[in-house]
């Protein structure tokens, strides 16, 4: 993507982000000629650290703004999987599956091999990948099943991560990828639980399709990880997903916005038991700035009353984050409490 293109992207999202209510159609009309493929790919990496850094209602702006331009952009306008050849695909597979063996977790061999060949990144990589996991797994060879199925998942992994080609079809193969992972776990497992888990982050970034029935995916998945990750026999992981589920409540389309906003706050308060400020510093503030925003957006109860609380998380969400240790998390959340 040329440099001056990605930038007048990153200054659209600004102006949508900070403009009055009511005029985001007249601006998107006024920028038509920004409304691609790759406009969509940077709203939504956008919306994901915006949510990381407990920004969820511009998160969840721009990924209702995805949802509705996906509709009139055909994403599928840079699938340049057609004219290649299958072995091609099956050859590059092999090679990142040899590499994830022998890179020791160093993400930067593996994106370096995908950013050489980010063209067959595409949905027929998705085809070939479980043909070849197929096959291996079926075959006469060294490699135990359990070591397959975690090649492919640290693949998975760092296909998510991988910020070059198209960020849409980079998420459909992470999908299905972990969907194989998945699928050679055995059920009730912690490694299941674990495919489980990020396979619901995967739906709720991706980019294609519904994105309320992505984010129901994603509820249905982190819920169903909540069956193995108890709070007795997991309680890290347990919190984890309780942390996850909050977010995507925060996130959610479907049903009553006023009774997801209660079941984020829950989900938030209950891995707080976990999340100690004393075992989990940083984990405890960001939730605590995250309850801040659920308050501050509550619709049930007293406003008052929320405010109060909104405030209330914020100032002790910077006693973590100062502005000496944090200081872009510190002017945030002043903003915020200012605001509140």
């Not at 159609?25 to 650290?49: G, M, R, Y």
């Not at 409540?249 to 009774?259: D, F, K, L, Q």
Request: with cysteine; glycine share 4%.
């Amino acid at each position: 993507m040329e440099e001056n293109r990605a930038q007048a992207y990153l200054q659209l999202i600004h102006t949508l982000l900070n403009c009055p209510n009511g005029e985001e159609p007249q601006i998107l009309q006024d920028n038509s000629e920004l409304l691609d493929v790759h406009f969509l790919e940077t709203c939504e990496l956008v919306a994901e650290k915006m949510a990381q850094q407990g920004g969820q209602n511009g998160a969840n702006f721009l990924r209702n703004l995805i949802a509705q331009l996906a509709q009139l952009i055909d994403i599928n306008d840079d699938d340049n999987s057609e004219g290649e050849n299958p072995q091609e695909y099956a050859n590059f597979i092999l090679e990142l599956l040899q590499a994830e063996e022998g890179s020791n977790s160093n993400t930067g061999v593996i994106h370096s091999m995908l950013a050489e060949r980010k063209h067959l990144l595409n949905a027929r990589f998705s085809d070939i990948l479980e043909q070849v996991v197929e096959r291996l797994l079926g075959g006469e060879n060294a490699i135990t099943i359990d070591s397959i199925v975690s090649l492919v998942e640290d693949l998975s992994i760092n296909i998510s991560n991988f910020s070059g080609g198209n960020r849409a079809d980079n998420i459909e193969i992470a999908l299905a990828a972990y969907q194989l992972v998945l699928n050679n776990r055995q059920p009730g497992s912690q490694k299941f639980a674990q495919a489980q888990n990020n396979l619901a982050a995967a739906y709720i970034t991706r980019i294609k399709g519904s994105r309320a029935e992505n984010v129901e995916m994603a509820i249905a998945l982190y819920g169903a990880a909540l069956t193995v990750y108890t709070l007795e026999a997991f309680p890290e992981d347990w919190a984890m997903a309780q942390n996850n589920l909050a977010a995507a409540y925060a996130n959610r389309i479907n049903g009553s916005r006023a009774e997801n906003i209660d079941r984020a706050i829950a989900f938030f308060e209950a891995a707080l038991t976990v999340r100690t400020p004393e075992h989990f510093p940083e984990d405890w503030a960001m939730i605590q700035y995250n309850l801040g925003n659920a308050y501050n957006d509550r619709i049930n109860g007293s406003r008052d009353e929320n405010l109060e609380k909104a405030r209330s998380f914020y100032q002790a969400a910077l006693t973590v984050y100062t502005r000496e240790d944090f200081p872009e998390y510190w002017a945030m959340i002043k903003k915020k409490l200012a605001n509140a």
